[in-house]
């Protein structure tokens, strides 16, 4: 069982950074891919960000390449996604699951542990 805690979320205005915290609980987090989603008003969640166990491999969409980053401190059981040259279509609530994807990192129904969310909102 591992329970997830985000942290960091906030008002900001374009152009802007916030830096994104997921606290795991639990002895086995490294044996957990995370990953990162989000949900917009009235849109699906959809995949943001994933790195693998290790921290070797990491994965982004499209839409946040270049501008996110996500990286993991396996000794404090902390996934963290640092979000630069934020535009108001980030604007969301923000997920961090914990699962076993394989290659798809993507896919929401590989993982296992959900934690609450936290809100951004990128002002224009």
């Known amino acids: 069982q591992v329970q997830l805690v985000e942290s960091g979320g906030g008002l900001v205005q374009a152009g802007g950074s916030l830096r994104l915290s997921c606290a795991a609980s639990?002895?086995?987090?490294?044996?957990?891919?995370m990953g990162w989603f989000r949900q917009a008003p009235g849109k699906e969640r959809e995949f943001v960000a994933a790195?693998?166990?290790?921290?070797?491999?990491?994965y982004y969409a499209d839409s946040v390449k270049g501008r996110f980053t996500i990286s993991r401190d396996n000794a404090k059981n902390t996934v963290a996604l640092r979000m630069n040259s934020l535009k108001p279509e980030d604007t969301a609530v923000y997920y961090c699951?914990?699962?076993?994807?394989?290659?798809?990192?993507?896919?929401?129904?590989?993982?296992?542990?959900w934690g609450q969310g936290t809100q951004v909102t990128v002002s224009s």
């Open positions: 790195i693998s166990g290790s921290g070797v491999s990491t």
């Open positions: 699951a914990a699962g076993r994807p394989g290659v798809e990192v993507d896919h929401q129904g590989k993982y296992d542990y």
């Open positions: 639990g002895r086995t987090f490294s044996r957990y891919a």
